[in-house]
């Protein structure tokens, strides 16, 4: 488990960070928290020239509540937003492995990485949040929707940062966040966001169902949420709904989950996740 | 009073000695320890399960900066192939030649094939990358039943897949179906697994000036020094073999590997010592695995549920090659196979098969965990066929308690057990069925038992041995206990702990036997520079082989200890006995001498008995004249969610006799390990090859250990039924749980699982497995 060469910097700012990006070429890359990264790199399934550390970069690890608008920067670590009372996202960030990685790894880092057995990013779909992408010809907006490109590969570019992400603290909407994996502090075999307004009436105003481990990204399940919008809130219709979850899914198997015992999982999870966002 | 009766050392829970030196990480493991002029080593491992090997070319890698040397198979002039222990008399084993790098022939994926030497541990490994081999890729044999049958060859020229028939029975087998009203057949599927060591394998070799000293993590070092001479020529007294701190075996390391014995050669060549830490994903793809077997066991019982026969056919999954130990593995098992039940005929057929996988041999209870889950698998299948309760057929079948020591219809002797009473005091304990009734909405729970014993004490050689079972070995063990002259104790043991607590245990021995506290009694193991010759820790025998040369040599101490008091308080030595931590008369106990005084007495000899020579300090061998079988029950309730397949354990109860606790607090921690070890099997840990012989789960993320969060907290106790066999009368425990749990989770699945039709599931009972499970009985 020995990585190949690499150099590293730890750089005082996002500016220093962006020289040393472009300075390192393609084989220089971004270390936040090192969790997904250094595992990679010791089974030398990635080989980077240049580390650049953001762990100096104090303006990363600010968190804004204001306005109902969430605001957290890239280094914010998965240990935070579990305790910060962010309502779904804390939910799911409290579900990452262990303490220890929880600890490590940031919101930035598993968001720029796309690995979709992860958590936050169908959860960041769920909330139709967005990130902020730093380059060195300026700043943009990416919706989370437009993030995550395939596996592994997000929006941010060769020599880009991300740094802040954003998401609405949705007043009103109830949440459930089911995850289904083999051991307590496993990665997810499938797991279900799921976001309900309930209307005055009782039916169901607005939902928002991420799915992650269906895809090579993570997913909404749209078909499932057009199937109870406008609905009432009962265990039947609820039922019914998640019947529809894994429509049109192709998740990607392994020795542990056929393509049809995820879309299975997906199905029972999404009705648990709507049962408690409902209640 | 006996001389034992002084402070109550033994039976005490103390903490374990040893643990605030691993806590604060003050041990030094194989990774620690680094010499001047030190060389790293790096292994070149097959991509492929199984090719010919065209052409390996070294030149670029043996041209980077600091790399001394590159070697293949056929630079390293070895006296020998690796080596395999066991020739039983009269049976055919097939051994095809295994050497410390592959000559010609690749045969498992991280079979290894060059060796890279240098003087940067991060070189070697970049330099490794750049070697070249060509390999003629050749048929892959991944699946047991289809390379037991014919078909394509892992070795070709052996003609056959199949490497050996081994056979155990007693009682007229045929006359036992025939009286049989009820026959119950299922083939039981036992997978492979890791012994998963949290510490990794490592070597340091180290030869100078005529000499060897090799450091290794392993649990033989004694054993280790022995094939280091054979196989390199080395005169045995210049070989010196050192375990240092090791962080867990689990019986992987009970072994002689390729790398211990090409890192000698090459320091040998080299005159430089060599190191090799292995990296967990080697240790997935080299360090030997365990378990996987096919049994097709068939059982027979009358009507009112009297077992009258019982028999299993083994198919072995062997890997590629035979190590140390591979083939003898099943055949451990077949010595226990009828359980803890009186069965009037009882056979097992084993047939040893070789596939493209890394080879299988001793892994925690090495053949028992199998032997016992088949036959607790069988009970509980016979109980549900019989229409009878699981727990009234194992006891209208158990071997009564006045029966022992118990001869078994395969001419074992059983030393003695009492499975009523640990069954009963585990019912007392927990109310499994209360718990199981208490399932929440849309969950199911059962209840499982097992109710075991198994064999262990390795040893006794005139059993084992060459012209017995076939080991090539004597399996005795040794002690020297070195009482200083400031009465503080030395004890240097022939086993080598690693996670045993028997730093502990065996200070409490002598403690208790010479007045002092265990505080002051030092045991040294693990280096064949010190001390006797010794076997080495596994197959639960430390405390029961080890731990018995220990109070042997310490009554050797106490004899001389009596006769120098006795002189000098003028009495007569039977007069003598332990009272208060002093050696006194009988009757008279103020007048008497601490161990301390007396040993002051034996090494400055100015009144000592006449003829009788300075010092304190003793030697003892010890070979039993049988094994120990610990038992037990163990009982738990699973919670099965039937929409996922997800098996979670609630409740686990056990009662484990190993005879009288010498140290109950290690015993329970042992108990612990083991039935998690079993959990693992059971519910979550899985080696896999894929049909092409690629390694499936090479790292701790697909090999799913489990973790404190994933299992109970345990609810133990215990019985102590004596043995017969050795003084201390106890028996050993490393082994048990996980002998035990295996099939108690089963059994539970399978009890939660029969209202929806289930009857019957092999394990791993992952959640897709139990899923598709349900989903099949509903069709
Ligand atoms: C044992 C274990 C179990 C785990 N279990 C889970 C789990 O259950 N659920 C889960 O979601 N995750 C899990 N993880 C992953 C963990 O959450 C990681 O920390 C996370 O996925 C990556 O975050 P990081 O900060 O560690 O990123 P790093 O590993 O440092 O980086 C990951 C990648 O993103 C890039 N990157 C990082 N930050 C930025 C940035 N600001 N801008 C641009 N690019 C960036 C890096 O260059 C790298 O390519 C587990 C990890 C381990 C080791």
Not at chain 2, 207 to 214: D, E, K, M, Q, V
């Amino acid at each position: 488990m020995i990585p190949a060469e690499f150099d590293y910097v730890a750089p005082q700012s996002l500016d220093e960070a962006l020289q040393a990006l472009a300075q390192g070429g393609e084989d220089a890359k971004i270390l936040a928290g090192g969790h997904s990264l250094i595992p990679l790199m010791k089974l030398r399934m990635s080989q980077p020239s240049l580390l650049v550390d953001l762990r100096q970069l104090q303006d990363l690890k600010s968190v804004n509540a204001d306005n109902g608008q969430i605001r957290l920067g890239a280094m914010v670590t998965h240990h935070r937003v579990a305790t910060g009372n962010f309502g779904l996202a804390s939910a799911a960030a409290a579900t990452i492995a262990d303490q220890q990685v929880r600890n490590m790894g940031t919101i930035g880092g598993t968001l720029a990485h796309g690995d979709p057995a992860s958590d936050m990013p169908a959860v960041l779909l769920a909330l139709e949040g967005s990130v902020v992408i730093r380059g060195s010809s300026g700043e943009r907006e990416v919706a989370a929707n437009d993030l995550f490109e395939d596996f592994l590969t997000t929006a941010v570019g060769e020599g880009e940062i991300l740094t802040e992400v954003r998401f609405p603290r949705l007043e009103g909407y109830g949440y459930g966040y089911e995850k289904f994996n083999r051991r307590q502090e496993d990665w997810a075999m499938v797991a279900v966001s799921a976001l309900v307004k309930k209307a005055a009436d009782g039916t169901c105003e607005d939902v928002r169902i991420g799915l992650t481990h269906m895809g090579s990204v993570p997913l909404r399940a749209t078909a499932a949420e057009q199937a109870l919008r406008g609905q009432p809130l009962t265990a039947e219709s609820i039922a019914s709904a998640a019947s529809h979850a894994a429509e049109g899914t192709e998740p990607p198997a392994d020795l542990n989950a056929s393509q049809d015992y995820k879309r299975h999982l997906a199905r029972v999870l999404t009705r648990r996740a709507l049962t408690t966002a409902s209640e | 009073m006996s001389a034992t009766a002084a402070e109550p050392w033994v039976g005490k829970p103390l903490k374990r000695k040893e643990d605030p030196r691993l806590i604060m990480g003050r041990a030094r493991y194989i990774d620690d320890i680094n010499v001047t002029g030190q060389l790293w080593a790096s292994f070149v491992r097959s991509p492929e399960a199984h090719a010919r090997i065209v052409s390996i070319d070294t030149a670029e890698a043996a041209a980077q900066p600091g790399v001394h040397a590159v070697y293949v198979g056929n630079d390293l002039d070895l006296e020998a192939p690796l080596p395999m222990a066991w020739v039983p008399p009269g049976v055919e084993v097939k051994n095809p030649p295994h050497w410390a790098l592959a000559k010609d022939e690749v045969h498992h994926v991280g079979d290894p094939v060059a060796l890279v030497i240098g003087s940067d541990r991060y070189a070697v490994v970049d330099a490794a990358q750049l070697v070249s081999v060509e390999y003629e890729p050749l048929p892959v044999v991944v699946d047991l039943e289809k390379a037991y049958e014919g078909g394509d060859l892992v070795h070709a020229d052996l003609g056959t897949n199949q490497c050996h028939e081994w056979s155990l029975g007693g009682g007229d087998l045929e006359a036992g179906f025939n009286a049989a009203e009820v026959v119950v057949e299922r083939r039981i599927v036992n997978h492979r697994t890791a012994g998963a060591a949290i510490e990794p394998r490592g070597v340091l070799a180290d030869y100078r000036a005529g000499s060897l000293t090799l450091t290794s993590s392993t649990q033989v070092p004694h054993f280790l020094r022995l094939f280091l001479a054979l196989q390199l020529g080395i005169s045995e007294d210049r070989v010196r073999a050192i375990a240092p701190e090791v962080g867990g075996g689990f019986g992987s390391k009970l072994q002689i590997y390729g790398e211990e014995i090409a890192l000698a050669w090459a320091s040998r060549k080299l005159e430089r010592p060599v190191k090799w830490v292995e990296s967990r994903t080697e240790g997935m793809l080299a360090t030997h695995h365990g378990r996987d077997q096919i049994a097709y066991a068939k059982i027979g019982a009358t009507r009112d549920g009297k077992i009258t026969a019982y028999h299993t056919k083994i198919l072995q999954d062997l890997g590629a090659y035979l190590m140390l130990l591979t083939p003898t593995i099943p055949s451990l098992g077949a010595f226990v196979m009828s359980g803890v039940y009186d069965i009037p005929a009882v056979q097992t057929d084993i047939v040893g098969v070789f596939t493209n996988k890394m080879p299988t041999d001793a892994i925690r209870g090495a053949g028992r965990p199998e032997a016992t889950h088949q036959i607790e698998m069988m009970i509980d299948q016979l109980a549900d066929e019989l229409g009878m309760d699981r727990l009234e057929l194992r006891r209208k079948n158990f071997m009564t308690p006045e029966s022992f020591p118990h001869e078994t219809a395969l001419g074992v002797v059983y030393d003695s057990g009492d499975y009523p009473k640990a069954l009963d005091t585990l019912l007392e304990m927990a109310d499994l069925d209360a718990i199981k009734a208490q399932a929440p909405a849309g969950k199911l729970r059962g209840v499982g038992y097992s109710t075991y014993t198994e064999i262990c004490g390795l040893a006794p050689s005139r059993v084992t041995g060459p012209s017995g079972f076939g080991l090539q070995t004597g399996l005795w063990e040794s002690a020297m206990v070195r009482v200083h002259i400031t009465g503080a104790v030395t004890v240097y043991t022939g086993t080598s702990p690693h996670g045993q607590g028997l730093e502990t245990t065996m200070a409490q021995i002598v403690a208790q036997r010479l007045g002092v506290d265990p505080q002051n009694v030092e045991v040294i193991h693990g280096d064949t520079g010190t001390g006797p010759q010794g076997l080495g820790t596994y197959g639960s025998r430390s405390t029961a082989v080890g731990g018995e040369s220990v109070a042997r040599a310490t009554a050797k101490i106490v004899e001389k200890a009596r006769q120098i008091v006795a002189h000098q308080l003028e009495a007569s030595p039977e007069d003598i006995e332990l009272i208060d931590g002093k050696f006194a008369v009988k009757g008279s106990p103020d007048k008497g001498m601490t161990i301390g005084e007396i040993s002051g007495a034996a090494y400055i000899p100015e009144n000592l008995p006449e003829g009788m020579e300075p010092g304190l300090e003793e030697l003892a061998f010890y070979d039993p004249e049988n094994f120990v079988f610990p038992f037990g029950a163990h009982g738990c309730v699973v919670e099965v969610d039937p929409d996922t397949g997800n098996v979670d354990v609630i409740k686990y109860a056990a009662v484990d006799d190993c005879g009288p606790a010498i140290n109950p607090k290690i015993i329970d921690g042992q108990v612990h390990g083991g039935i998690v070890h079993a959990i693992g099997q059971a519910l979550f840990e899985r080696i896999h090859y894929d049909e092409d012989g690629q390694l499936v789960t090479g790292n701790f993320a697909d090999y799913a250990l489990p973790s404190a969060a994933d299992v109970p907290s345990f609810d133990l106790d215990r019985t102590e039924t004596p043995s017969p066999v050795n003084s201390l009368g106890v028996k050993g425990i490393g082994e048990a749980g996980t002998i035990a749990a295996s099939p108690c989770i089963t059994n539970a699945v399978i009890d939660a699982l029969r209202p929806l039709g289930v009857t019957f599931i092999n394990m791993p009972l992952g959640p897709q497995r139990v899923w598709e499970a349900i989903e099949e009985a509903k069709r």
